[in-house]
């Protein structure tokens, strides 16, 4: 009966021998309010409040059910039995008979939203009056849907069977519930369903798209896990269609979306899901430092590929403590910019030769050739946002210093600023996007025009984000408004920088580069990393960021010559092989 004290049998159970048992996907919740259970009789155990719900509503009355759940089958307070038991959480959850996911919510399933299955996302004309949905929306605010562990758990399942209290939600509701995050998102973005914004902020919040693209699309790239690996390369364009963006270094970052009550679950609550990590690649030890272990992941990165893609990352928050600045972190809100690195033709010729971590995880130890320093650094505002005056003042200013005495010229003349207006990296999302892609000419045209509509006295405050939301069909053509578009998207969320020798580059906006900061071409890295020498440290230097275009350099030039493994000192037009520890 409901009210009846809780009692079960403990039993040991191999999962070589295929067990037939449910495993309980719940949120843990306050454990201050003790609750207990009997267990095989004599022995009574101290659970929390929620567990304790959950066990009570998936009881069955008649005959016994077998369940696994973590606070009861893993001994707690041992950091022994924690490491072992979550290097099998993958097993356990895959292997049980279903996942049965509590939810502590109260759900009217005669609500309107649920008697119109499967039809709600499929009509044309679909409300989006918020009391419609409101049900479903309540029940997937829930807190258990933000939590790290369960997305693990119901990614890997074979079924699941959603309770909430004691209410059981049918397959076709279940299947629904699930694909609905992923479905909502996709259509609130389609400009014929613009209206269902809100209904996407209600069930998503204020995320690009649900975590892993959404659990119902999560679990059938899962199923494809075994075929994946097998065909696995980094150097194929396979890696960055089929496993960059399921990589452990992606789901790793995107885990800042997620609730965890230990840091360290940001690593080892994704070993399950990530599409590179196999069996072995990575320890689960909590004893450890987090830097220690978030370092696991580029470690694992580099030992299996050999490259340094994570340090094309760009990051919100630098200073985290007990984190080095190279290391991408999930508190930094760091994200890989796959697009970029998958677009440059050279990324896959020079491995990290000599390259290691070291220290506990504290330094990166690379090697590389110095290019250039900076020497400048223009505004700090993304330079959407900065009026047209202003950064064509910066750029007349640069061609005056960079020219001398000879003859200025015109800024639209000038190779290095045509340059920059052309996102060499972005071709594929102009495509989608469909963003015109300019040629020199028409880069020159689109320049000049620009610069000219910003010189009218009522435009002076005019920004690049400006011409795509302001009426100037009396001062631009269609056309020239496309166009504008594509200068506005090859200096999105970027400032310019300009270097000691007269170069101009792009940086994210949010890095904190500055004068004297130095440009590195390394080993195994596609792209040109900015590094600021770090003082009282032999050849030591700080991550600042990464270059996201400058003339010269975004293609493998700043190593070309240089042999594969060229040894320390080795020379080549002036340039030379340097360590470099990156603190």
Same mark, same amino acid.
């Given at each position: 009966m409901p009210g009846d004290k809780l009692t079960g049998r403990l039993f040991v159970a191999s999962l070589d021998q295929a067990p037939n048992y449910n495993a309980v996907s719940y949120v843990w919740g306050d454990q201050s309010r003790a609750f207990s259970i009997t267990l095989n009789g004599r022995m009574a155990l101290r659970i929390g409040r929620n567990l304790h719900h959950a066990l009570r509503d998936l009881r069955h009355i008649e005959h016994p059910i077998i369940l696994w759940t973590d606070a009861i089958c893993i001994q707690q307070g041992s950091d022994q039995e924690q490491n072992h038991q979550v290097q099998l959480m993958a097993q356990i959850y895959s292997r049980a008979k279903s996942v049965r996911a509590w939810i502590d919510h109260e759900m009217d399933t005669a609500s309107e939203i649920f008697q119109r299955l499967p039809d709600v996302l499929n009509s044309k004309d679909l409300r989006a009056d918020m009391e419609f949905w409101s049900p479903a929306m309540n029940l997937l605010q829930n807190p258990y849907w933000k939590r790290l562990w369960i997305q693990q758990e119901l990614i890997l399942s074979r079924e699941i069977v959603i309770n909430c209290r004691d209410t059981v939600l049918d397959p076709r509701s279940t299947d629904w519930l699930l694909n609905l995050p992923l479905n909502v998102s996709v259509r609130a973005r389609n400009r014929e369903d613009r209206r269902l914004y809100n209904v996407d902020m209600g069930i998503n919040g204020d995320y690009t798209q649900p975590i892993f693209g959404g659990i119902s699309f999560a679990r059938s790239v899962n199923s494809r896990r075994s075929d994946i690996h097998r065909s696995l390369q980094l150097t194929s364009s396979d890696f960055f269609n089929d496993v960059s963006w399921a990589s452990l270094l992606t789901l790793f970052l995107d885990t800042y979306r997620l609730e965890t009550s230990e840091q360290k679950?940001?690593?080892? !609550?994704?070993?399950?899901?990530?599409?590179?990590?196999?069996?072995?690649?990575?320890?689960?030890?909590?004893a450890l430092p987090l830097a220690s272990v978030y370092a696991k992941i580029p470690e694992m990165f580099l030992n299996k590929h050999g490259f340094l893609m994570f340090l094309c990352h760009e990051t919100q928050v630098h200073d985290v403590a007990d984190l080095p600045s190279w290391l991408p972190a999930p508190e930094r809100k760091s994200v890989i910019i796959w697009t970029a690195i998958g677009m440059?033709?050279?990324?896959?010729?020079?491995?990290?030769? !000599?390259?290691?971590?070291?220290?506990?995880? *504290?330094? *990166?130890?690379?090697?590389?050739?110095?290019?250039?320093?900076?020497?400048?650094?223009?505004?700090?505002?993304d330079f959407r946002l900065t009026p047209i005056s202003q950064w064509g003042e910066y750029l007349k200013d640069y061609l005056e210093r960079k020219r001398g005495s000879t003859p200025?010229?015109?800024?639209?003349?000038?190779?290095?600023? *045509?340059?920059? *207006?052309s996102p060499w990296f972005q071709a594929d999302i102009f495509r989608s996007l469909q963003i015109p892609t300019l040629d020199k000419m028409q880069q020159q045209a689109t320049l000049q025009k620009l610069l000219a509509i910003a010189d009218l006295p009522d435009q002076s405050a005019l920004g690049l984000v400006d011409t795509q939301s302001a009426d100037l069909s009396h001062l631009a053509s269609v056309q020239e408004l496309q166009a504008f578009r594509s200068i506005l998207f090859a200096f999105q969320n970027q400032f310019l920088f300009e270097t000691s020798d007269f170069r101009l580059g792009t940086v994210f906006y949010l890095s904190p580069v500055q004068s004297g900061d130095e440009i590195w071409c390394l080993y195994g890295c596609p792209l040109p990393i900015i590094l600021r020498p770090h003082p009282g440290r032999l050849n030591g230097y700080t991550w600042v960021g990464f270059?996201?275009?400058?003339?010269?350099?975004?293609?493998?030039? !700043?190593?070309a010559g240089f042999p594969v493994d060229a040894p320390l000192g080795f020379t080549h037009q002036g340039r030379e092989i340097r360590p470099v520890d990156i603190w």
């Open positions: 679950d940001r690593v080892y !609550g994704m070993l399950g899901l990530a599409m590179d990590f196999e069996e072995g690649d990575i320890a689960v030890e909590y440059n033709p050279e990324y896959a010729l020079n491995k990290a030769w !000599g390259a290691s971590i070291k220290y506990n995880g *504290l330094c *990166l130890s690379v090697r590389g050739v110095s290019v250039s320093k900076i020497n400048k650094v223009y505004s700090r505002e200025c010229g015109s800024i639209w003349d000038d190779e290095e600023i *045509l340059y920059i *207006l270059v996201r275009n400058m003339k010269g350099l975004m293609k493998g030039e !700043g190593l």
